[in-house]
């Protein structure tokens, strides 16, 4: 079945892939207001999903965020609608001319087909598709079971509103079956995938780093630090550690251990005991003999709680604090708060992340605060893509070489 | 082993990494004089090498492509010098602020340990650590086991050169157990190599995509087609073909196979199998119809021959051409010889490959023909780079983002 899928998605890239610029945002304004005309639709499909979720014994913060609502399905009907603003990332075509007369065009040209293995959040299947629309790929969508009727109605909402413009009904496409055997299958589909983004948690992205013959870029594990330096401005240090742990504990880019340097470790530990009041701190063994936190793990520095739960460890200066968050950190966002310049320029050298802060929040790794407008999600690989990836990091490219009769 | 090769490779790739282009330069410089004044200790290794080979039945095009002399390794130097002149690839910085002040740099960085697995010519170990050395990148060089004393001497001769002028042995490391096991485990070396390149036949090729956990670039199988359209220019063409097969066979850029437009098949078939007098051609049915050919079999289509051998077939029109070409090509170099610009436009738009040709031979495809100066392979996968690789392609990126206390 997913043989089936793939081609068409194929054929369907083709078609779509060499669309111009205005078809395709034409595609994204039909695809936004199918949503709002057929609300009713997606909500009812939606309230099945509910139930069930609700007779699985589903949590409540679970439940509100597979809920769609007219206001939701509204939101995410503007949020397609703000793709169609961006820039077409198609259109970058650089030439140049050899001395045998050769012009040799590096031409952007979408992957293809793109797979997304995804979880809960049934409005990840609208903005994935819109980015997908706008980048000339088709889509094969692969969301989690509980939001599988949602997801279905979306999709078909989209494809619908794609067809009546002309387009493929499978420049869209939901895998219906949700089974494990599906994303194992879909991630060695080498030549029907071009390109697999995996948006979920550790045991996917391992799952798929380990079977995947496709090429794939891993995204989201986010195990941040912040790392208050000796000759950091404290209240600066206080707002950022706060913002990085607090503002929004779930996300990828929020703290998850914090390091301080020995020297003001006696003076600054209590005021982030007392400041992080509802948060669970567990210590090393240094960070213990001056405020009470529970012990810390070999483990824990290893964990991506996105928790009230932050992890602190006492360092002996900018070269340990390095030394730590290249072994236990995830490539994702690691901050400095210093006043020291060499220090600075020692962290942002040496740590190897897709975001290297210095005096500012971890939280700012993401693609509207980049200001790139929208993002498939972020990359904590080297290869291809790195931190937030926009409209551009969804696109290759491939020369095109006109000649008229040159051998070598 | 590999472990501690890993480990020495990253910390040696942090200091070349953070040297400036000078640095990387005299480096360069550095490797290409010891190169020369040691020339005489590594073709001491190499006769040894050539010596198991001859007595394990080597042929001579192989042991030709073995063996180093003197004026050889001086060729190897003078290319290892030629990168100095290249562009600094780490020296492509962008800034760009944000409304709330965050100055955010996209900064180009070295992936950090490259590894490369290759087989029997030793020329390409001198060849990589150049390129790896010029873009900030630490390598772990898997040669083949024929010219193991050879790889092993080149690469003594590049460590200490490099550690002559201050910077680590460990930039350049070669596996000296060339066992398929040491190979299977560098694959697997997640955290400890960036990037895997594998250099050679399809049975690596494919156990790589197999097996790797860690990111990799496919590079070199080549299955390419040169399309001869109704309208062709018939003398364009013949050349073209001819330069396309025979110039180098061996090379993954050589057609393998011929594809002909129907109309023109009765008039064309009988030149080309004339002017292609010691190449094999195996035909389709309407193929053997016109000229005197062996039977292509469906595998044919699939083989890339790397020899005096090519399949011919007779197609429809220029959709059935590329329908045969996406089918069973490798993603590699496509022509079409033609004079219709509607058909190379079709061509261009739907092959689905990292170079298309129009009206030109398919050996174009390589890092000096397209004015790169440099090539570390030519790779067949869309992810991160397409088509001849050079310096830009062996590096990342990470943003390094600067604020005064920013918080979400």
Do not use: W
């Not at 079956?177 to 995938?193: F, H, P, V, W, Y």
């Amino acid at each position: 079945m997913l043989n089936i899928m793939c081609e068409s998605a194929r054929t369907a890239s083709l078609i779509l892939g060499s669309t111009d610029t205005e078809k395709r945002n034409s595609a994204l304004s039909a695809m936004a207001n199918a949503l709002r005309e057929r609300a009713s639709e997606i909500i009812e499909a939606n309230s099945r999903d509910i139930e069930n979720a609700k007779s699985n014994g589903m949590s409540d913060s679970m439940l509100d965020r597979l809920t769609l609502t007219e206001s939701r399905i509204n939101a995410i009907a503007n949020s397609v609608e703000k793709v169609i603003a961006l820039p077409d990332p198609l259109d970058r075509n650089e030439v140049f001319t050899r001395p045998n007369g050769l012009q040799i065009t590096k031409k952007r040209v979408p992957f293809g087909v793109i797979a997304i293995i995804y979880e809960a959040r049934p409005n990840v299947t609208a903005d994935a598709a819109a980015l997908c629309v706008k980048s000339g790929n088709a889509v094969i969508l692969r969301g989690g079971k509980e939001a599988i009727n949602s997801n279905i109605a979306v999709a078909t909402v989209l494809s619908d509103a794609l067809f009546s413009i002309g387009l493929p009904k499978e420049c869209v496409q939901v895998v219906k079956d949700t089974s494990r055997e599906t994303a194992n299958q879909l991630m060695k589909m080498k030549g029907g995938i071009d390109l697999l983004i995996p948006r979920g948690g550790k045991s996917l992205i391992r799952s798929v780093v380990e079977n995947a013959t496709v090429s794939v870029i891993e995204t989201g594990a986010g195990n941040c630090h912040v790392y208050f330096d000796e000759s950091a401005d404290i209240d600066i240090a206080l707002n950022i550690i706060d913002n990085a742990k607090r503002q929004r504990p779930s996300v990828c880019n929020a703290a998850e251990t914090l390091l301080v340097h020995e020297n003001i470790a006696k003076d600054v530990l209590p005021l982030i005991k007392s400041r992080l009041d509802n948060v669970e701190l567990r210590g090393c063994e240094r960070t213990r003999q001056i405020i009470d936190a529970n012990v810390a793990t070999d483990e824990d520095y290893f964990t991506e709680y996105n928790d009230y739960i932050l992890t602190v460890k006492v360092v002996n200066d900018v070269a340990d604090a390095v030394t730590h968050i290249n072994k236990h950190g995830t490539g994702h966002s690691e901050a400095i708060i210093t006043k020291c310049d060499k220090n600075a320029t020692y962290f942002c050298n040496n740590i190897d992340a897709a975001a290297v802060y210095v005096n500012a929040s971890t939280r700012f790794t993401d693609g509207e605060e980049f200001g790139f407008g929208a993002e498939i999600g972020i990359s904590t690989q080297k290869m291809h893509a790195r931190g937030p990836m926009g409209l551009p990091e969804m696109t290759t490219y491939k020369y095109v070489i006109n000649g008229n009769g040159q051998i070598r």
